[in-house]
């Protein structure tokens, strides 16, 4: 992780030196990564930002305009499903997208030291953490060495699932997407205070696996999805609506 980039000591977020296009507000951020996903699932990838040039010119600072709070698996790279490049992303991984302490630290520091502008929570079809947990909840035994500690922050979404009538393991990836982002706004009085002031959004995105295309299902504020997806989602024919929370 690099330093804060231009803001030379002042206290809040500058985003104004550095990259003059880097999107400052969540509306045009969550437009540009819904965007770059579509070049990426139609095979016309741009590569935007990782050339020699780019990479010299960021390495005095950093200014990314979205978070992504993603599930380690490893065909979930978010540079290249979002079709992005070095300073673009600030990238958080753990299996299952579990967010401990070190996650929403980790988020806080993007949000209020780098001023970034979109959380995004990013999980998949088939993710094996929630097929762990899963299972180990259908078992009554847990795994283990620290695996159960991504077991135990998986259930809370599975008894969730359960007592919404949800059994598909996709059903269930869902619902826990939507759980991670209550989370992060819960356990994160800083991330909740800059979404109650308009200067940030959290999106919960599932992404398939085969066809690379990602969907919202959760958006805080709902104005957000409202107000971009219609026409240029990926998936803008999927009858289901992203759920608010
Ligand atoms: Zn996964």
Redesign the pocket.
Known sequence: MSHTGSSGGQPGPQRTTGRATAPSEPTRAYAELVAGNRRFVDGAPRHPNQDAGHRAAVADGQHPFAVIVG???SRLAAEIIFDRGLGDLFVVRT??HTAGPEVLGSVEYAVTVLGVPLVVVL??DS????QAARESAATGTAPSGHLGAVVDAVLPSLRRATSEGVDDIDGIVDIHIAQTVETLLGQSPVLAGEVARGRCAVVGMSYRLAAGAVRPVAVVPAGLATLETPAGSPESTDPAAPATV
């Open positions: 599930c380690s698996d299996a299952g999980g998949h993710c094996g953490a929630v």
